[in-house]
């Protein structure tokens, strides 16, 4: 059986939240599948965890992320994923979100066709959040989900609800308030663990899934484990094999060239991809570290339209449409700005940009942040695509080569881009460090990922050397110790998100950003100073 570790156990108290412990979720039972799932998975993700470290050090050695010559067979072969189930028919609007209560019955409720519940990129990982979530998605599972607020403000579930989509923690964060024969569980196999256990039967009773998306995948043996670990859960809890289904993001460099394999893998169950372009961004930046030559501009500037980004998406379109699955689009960063008309107008435009061009491109749907921008995203989807989805639209006149999906992309470093990630990283991280994983920052949505590619531009901008600002003062350590310094005391003077754990989150960045080695992940180390 999996157990909780010795400090839990010897500390109950720590485990409870509004006065209960979690045994409704930590049963027994649920542990012991969970073991059964680490027994079976662990091995091969460790090996699969190795297969990244030692592809990346052939990138930092110079070579270039490319097709792979033993997988082409697949990549040209005639093949198509299973047939997708009725409820993922049509897709057009997704809203994310953590997996908070109050906020899974406000996404429920938001017109969207699916709600991806997250609990990943927008959730800070303290196992109260986890457990919380997978309480709140049980609840919402069995039509039980209601929350009061403080204010005495009512919530429950309406008719029909968006769909449920549940997004685990990628394969390289552990979850280590859990333990199987000595060994640390993954995040990914105890969030996906505990809610097929707790909501598959009554998902699969009502054709609605279990349904996942599926994190940062690296390659396609990496999408090979998790339908191993699907497949295991099906059989363990009595279920036809094929009934999760996955739409995994491309959302690392490497996956793209893979993209026709990773679905492959999963042909059994996967019913599309999805363009996760900020971890995408984060991951250029990530597998290119040490080539000078693709550094890239400052954030505002890496925009879905550069050439590298252009030819992930359309890629991506041709690939799924050929093997008859979804092309899903991403996140525009924009949220609705209070108070503002003219500001929040910019916004609403920015996101109607970046949806047209989704829809324009053959994107069978796409995904907003906030339930405000359901309508605007629906409006452009319902105008221009007036079938469920668009599996029709091949994408043949597509011919995005290795060179064009790696293409650097010119631009320049300001002042004020560099600031912003310096604010940003430090802000993200502190409030991260006290429980929340998507927090607003000058009316952007700033999760991990976008939080990422700030903080690993600052890396890169300040280790590749004589870089300039247009004005052609220096970027140097200097200069972020001092913004860092800076930024740091006005958020610990402010009452807002992460001011408690403001130095905390400047001494993670200082060591990261000073580390000679570009960092894997800002969480992992995050991770241990997270309650
Ligand atoms: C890169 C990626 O991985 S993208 C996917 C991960 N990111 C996300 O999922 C983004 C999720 N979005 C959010 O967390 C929030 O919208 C934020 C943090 C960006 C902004 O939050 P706030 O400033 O609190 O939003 P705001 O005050 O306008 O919220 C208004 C109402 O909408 C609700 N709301 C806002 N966003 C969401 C959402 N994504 N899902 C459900 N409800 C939401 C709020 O709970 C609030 O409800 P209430 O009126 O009943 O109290
Ligand atoms: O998960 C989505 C992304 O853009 O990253
Ligand atoms: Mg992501």
């Not at 999805?274 to 961004?281: A, F, T, V």
Request: proline share 6%; charged share 25%; hydrophobic share 45%.
């Amino acid at each position: 059986m999996a157990v909780l570790s010795e400090k839990l156990v010897a500390q109950p108290a720590w485990i409870l939240a509004d006065g209960a412990a979690y045994r409704d979720i930590l049963t027994p039972d649920a542990l012991a599948f969970l073991a059964h799932l680490h027994r079976c998975a662990e091995p091969k993700r460790q090996a699969l965890l190795k297969a990244r470290r030692q592809r990346q050090a052939r990138y930092d050695a110079g070579a270039l992320p490319d097709f792979r010559p033993d997988t082409q067979a697949i990549r040209e072969s005639d093949w198509l994923v299973a047939p997708i189930p009725a409820a993922l028919q049509d897709r057009r609007v997704e809203i994310t979100g953590p997996v908070e209560r109050k906020m899974i019955i406000n996404a429920l409720n938001s017109g969207a066709k699916v709600f991806m519940a997250d609990f990943e990129d927008s959730s800070a990982p303290s196992f109260a959040n986890q457990l919380d979530g997978q309480r709140n998605l049980r609840d919402a599972v069995n039509g039980t989900l209601e929350y009061r607020s403080p204010e005495g403000k009512e919530y429950r579930v309406g008719a029909n609800p968006a769909v449920l989509v549940v997004r685990p923690r990628g394969w390289h964060l552990p979850e280590r308030h859990v333990t199987v024969d000595g060994e640390t569980m993954a995040g990914a196999l105890v969030d996906f663990g505990l809610y097929a256990f707790h909501n598959a039967h009554a998902l699969h009773k009502r054709e609605l899934g279990p349904y996942f998306y599926l994190p940062k995948l690296e390659a396609m043996e990496e999408a090979a484990l998790w339908d191993e670990v699907m497949a295991l859960a099906e059989d363990e809890l009595g279920l036809p094999l094929g009934t999760m289904k996955a739409t995994v993001l491309i959302e690392t460099l490497p996956a793209v060239f893979q993209m026709h394999e990773i679905l492959h893998a999963l042909r059994g169950r996967a019913v599309g991809l999805n363009c996760g372009r900020w971890d995408y961004i984060f991951s250029y930046l990530k597998t290119l570290r040490g080539h000078r030559d693709r550094l890239l501009p400052e954030r505002g500037q890496v925009v879905m339209t550069v050439p590298f980004l252009k030819s992930y998406s359309e890629l991506l379109i041709q690939t799924c449409h050929r093997r008859g699955a979804f092309a899903m689009g991403g996140m525009a960063a924009q949220i609705p700005i209070k108070g503002d008309d003219d500001a929040n107008d910019k916004a609403l435009a920015k996101v109607r940009a970046d949806k047209l061009r989704e829809v324009q491109a053959g994107h069978d749907g796409t995904w907003v942040a906030h339930p405000a921008l359901v309508p605007v995203a629906m409006d452009i989807f319902d105008r221009h695509m007036p079938t469920p989805n668009q599996l029709h639209v091949l994408r043949d006149d597509v011919s995005a080569d290795r060179d064009a999906l790696i293409a650097p992309c010119g631009g320049t470093i300001s002042r004020a881009g560099f600031d912003n990630n310096v604010e940003v990283a430090l802000r993200y991280t502190a409030a991260w460090l006290e429980g929340m994983g998507c927090v607003p920052i000058h009316n952007l949505m700033e999760d991990a990922a976008t939080a990422e590619i700030a903080r690993a531009q600052l890396w890169q901008w300040l280790h590749h050397g004589s870089l300039e600002f247009p004005d052609h003062a220096p970027i140097d350590f200097a200069l972020f110790d001092h913004a860092l310094a800076a930024h740091t005391h006005r958020l610990q003077q402010s009452e807002l998100p992460g001011a408690r754990r403001a130095a905390d989150a400047a001494e993670l960045l200082t060591a990261l950003t000073h580390a000679d080695q570009l960092g894997d992940f800002l969480t992992l180390p995050a991770y241990a100073q997270l309650a």
